[in-house]
């Protein structure tokens, strides 16, 4: 069921619209507001569009940071599981 949220982000108010629950989409705006406060206060003088652009660069750095770690997590295991069948495999053998 679609749902409409009101959230605020650096002083601007939005209105959301989603399927998403209110909660999580509240959650979505404080970490982007968080975001954008951060970064804002280690510059002298920045428009919201520029804070905004800025803000969506970092956090897709984090996204792509998390899915490659993600990734590597992965071929990890199963490297690790292939090991381990293959010496399951080995003590299986017939004598």
Known sequence: MTKTVQIEIYGQRYTITGDAE?????QLAQFVDQHIQKLAGGMK??????LAVL?????????????RLRTQGEA???ERAGNLLEAIDERLQPL
Do not use: C, D, V
């Open 45 to 50: 003088a920045a428009t919201l569009s520029r």
């Open 22 to 26: 209110e909660e999580y989409i509240k």
């Open 76 to 78: 990890a295991i199963e």
């Open 55 to 67: 803000s969506a660069i970092n956090i897709a750095h984090q996204l792509f940071q998390s899915e």
